[in-house]
T-cell receptor, first 109, second 112 residues
Framework: GQNIDQPTEMTATEGAIVQINCTYQ??????LFWYQQHAGEAPTFLSY??LDGLEEKGRFSSFLSRSKGYSYLLLKELQMKDSASYLC??????????WGAGTKLIIKP | IAGITQAPTSQILAAGRRMTLRCTQD?????MYWYRQDLGLGLRLIHY???????GKGEVPDGYSVSRANTDDFPLTLASAVPSQTSVYFC???????????FGPGTRLTVL
């Protein structure tokens, strides 16, 4: 079957670094997406990885290991506005997205 | 209009009633999608359309129908609503089915 696993909730301190992990099992693989979702709002696109390695985009970076079925999202210099849920989604052989339940990130001052 | 709009923003509906959720995009994207989001679960695909005139079933299509008469609009219809359809519904679109998906603001639906 197809499955995405990510932690339910994480807590971090303002100014610190946090890493949110995601493991996936899909029928075929066409890339890994990360989205951010603030409470009561729509998911917004953060990053896409299809090749192994690290993609850096400002304070956010995303890593992929296809052989391990593993990705992480790294958030640096945390700000209060980063408090949100972070959704991991893998594209299967038909390019349909399989979604994790999301990781709720709580930032404390 | 910029991006994707959905209507209504929220709705309370009696069980057994028919309801259509509207979705419109102005980005000329070929592919559109309907998801539902429930607490503790990931987004689940209900129906999708890779191009105008075609539709397909997602993971949870039962009790829902869609149509795609043109590029911009992708309405979702609940023929006879049931309480288990209480959820937040998101419409999304992408240039092609292989591309990044962008989401509308969502419709919060409560079926009593």
């Amino acid at each position: 079957g197809q499955n995405i696993d990510q932690p339910t909730e994480m807590t971090a301190t303002e100014g610190a670094i946090v890493q949110i992990n995601c493991t996936y099992q899909t029928s075929g693989f066409n890339g890994l997406f990360w989205y951010q979702q603030h409470a009561g709002e729509a998911p917004t696109f953060l990053s896409y990885n299809v090749l192994d390695g690290l993609e850096e985009k400002g304070r956010f970076s995303s890593f992929l290991s296809r052989s391990k079925g593993y990705s992480y999202l790294l958030l640096k210099e945390l700000q209060m506005k980063d408090s949100a849920s972070y959704l991991c989604a893998a594209a299967d052989s038909n390019y349909q997205l399989i979604w994790g339940a999301g990781t709720k990130l709580i930032i404390k001052p | 209009i910029a991006g994707i709009t959905q209507a209504p923003t929220s709705q309370i509906l009696a069980a057994g009633r028919r309801m259509t959720l509207r979705c419109t995009q102005d980005m000329r994207h070929n592919a559109m999608y309907w998801y539902r989001q429930d607490l503790g679960l990931g987004l689940r695909l209900i129906h999708y359309s890779n191009t105008a005139g075609t539709t397909g079933k997602g993971e949870v299509p039962d009790g829902y129908s869609v149509s795609r008469a043109n590029t911009d609009d992708f309405p979702l219809t609940l023929a006879s609503a049931v309480p288990s359809q209480t959820s937040v519904y998101f419409c999304a679109s992408s240039a092609l089915e292989t591309d990044t998906q962008y989401f509308g603001p969502g419709t919060r639906l409560t079926v009593l």
